[in-house]
């Protein structure tokens, strides 16, 4: 079945870097564009950032473009957030997403505190 495992998420001071892992299994990664979403304290989930099938072309939400950078390992299967000069409105958990056969496949999330 479908699964993805995040990780990488952690506790980090204002202006400060962290890196995301996505580990996915279960379907054809290659052919599918994935995505990070993220859900802080009582809002909604929000697109962050997607990627496309090789990594050909990217998409990042307003407030993390340049900042943020996702990428992708087609062969090992794993997909990255690099998120540097984090803020505290950063904090909230992090999901990778992917939808294929008109379905929203979730991982279960890994959290993300930026605080001093």
């Known amino acids: 079945q479908v699964q993805f495992v995040e990780s990488g998420g952690g506790l980090v001071q204002p202006g400060g870097s962290l890196r995301l892992s996505c580990a996915a299994s279960?379907?054809?990664?290659?052919?599918?564009?994935l995505s990070w979403y993220r859900q802080a304290p009582g809002k909604e989930r929000e697109f962050v950032a997607s990627?496309?099938?090789?990594?050909?072309?990217?998409n990042y939400a307003d407030s993390v473009k340049g900042r943020f950078t996702i990428f992708r390992d087609d062969v090992k299967q794993w997909m990255h957030l690099q998120m540097n000069s984090l803020k505290p409105e950063d904090t909230a958990v992090y999901y990778c997403?992917?939808?294929?056969?008109?379905?929203?496949?979730w991982g279960q999330g890994t959290q993300v505190i930026v605080s001093s």
């Open positions: 279960g379907f054809a990664f290659s052919s599918y564009e």
């Open positions: 997403h992917a939808r294929f056969a008109a379905n929203d496949y």
């Open positions: 990627i496309s099938p090789g990594g050909r072309s990217t």
